[in-house]
Nanobody, 125 residues
Framework: QVQLVESGGGLVQAGGSLRLSCAASGRTFSNYAMGWFRQAPVKEREFVAAISWSGGSTDYGDSVKGRFTIERDNAKNTVYLQMNSLKPEDTAVYYC??????????????????WGQGTQVTVSS
């Protein structure tokens, strides 16, 4: 059974930073790309960032490019999302997810088969 557990969310002022973590267990972490998605109230789930199985390539949603960085530590089975220059519109529940296919890196939510429970990020103006 694959489990993904996010942590690091919270309340921060605009312009501040947060670092989210997602600890994975249950399958060979280093074979799968990992992604971060977010969902704000009454909005659809939005792609934030993805990182390949090796960490050698990354992809970002347009709204976070240049501000967010995704990283992974395969020795610790953990993926991170460093969020800088936060804006009120970044307020959402953030989810980490594990790609459904080994060695593939998707940017669409349907390509991910396991999801964490989510962590709330609130950015005040």
């Amino acid at each position: 059974q694959v489990q993904l557990v996010e942590s690091g969310g919270g309340l921060v002022q605009a312009g501040g930073s947060l670092r989210l973590s997602c600890a994975a267990s249950g399958r060979t972490f280093s074979n799968y790309a990992m992604g971060w998605f977010r969902q704000a109230p009454v909005k659809e789930r939005e792609f934030v960032a993805a990182i390949s199985w090796s960490g050698g390539s990354t992809d970002y949603g347009d709204s976070v490019k240049g501000r967010f960085t995704i990283e992974r530590d395969n020795a610790k089975n953990t993926v991170y999302l460093q969020m800088n220059s936060l804006k009120p519109e970044d307020t959402a529940v953030y989810y980490c997810a594990s790609e459904g296919w080994q060695y593939q890196t998707g940017v669409r939510s349907y390509e991910y088969d396991y999801w964490g429970q989510g962590t709330q990020v609130t950015v005040s103006s």
